[in-house]
């Protein structure tokens, strides 16, 4: 049972950037060896998207409404993914949740992200 525990989140003006992390814990091996891990979001009264993820060859993909201000990286040696988030603007406001595929699918409990002047 992959548990993730997301931290990073915050209140932060526009422009301004954060780091989130996500450990993973609870299984053995190296998150390297999860098919995907990555970032989704959500936004009051809207759907859970996609941010970014990376994969297990180590490749990344970031979505077109943050490429170019956010980036997805990974330490497997603390079973850690980040997600840096830069230039950041009011629409980035939403929860940010951390994910797993691998067998399953695990989520993270989610870490808010507030960008307001």
């Known amino acids: 049972q992959v548990q993730l525990v997301e931290s990073g989140g915050g209140l932060v003006q526009p422009g301004g950037s954060l780091r989130l992390s996500c450990v993973a814990s609870?299984?053995?091996?190296?998150?390297?060896?999860?098919?995907?891990m990555g970032w989704y979001r959500q936004a009051p009264g809207k759907q859970r998207e996609l941010v970014a993820y990376i994969t297990m060859a180590g490749n990344t993909n970031v979505v077109d409404s943050v490429k170019g201000r956010f980036t997805i990286s990974r330490d497997s040696g603390k079973k850690t993914v980040y997600l840096q988030l830069n230039s950041l603007k009011l629409e980035d406001t939403a929860v940010y949740y951390c994910?797993?595929?691998?067998?399953?699918?695990?989520w993270g409990q989610g870490t808010q992200v507030t960008v307001s002047s």
């Open positions: 609870g299984f053995s091996g190296s998150i390297a060896s999860f098919r995907r």
């Open positions: 994910n797993v595929q691998t067998l399953r699918e695990y």
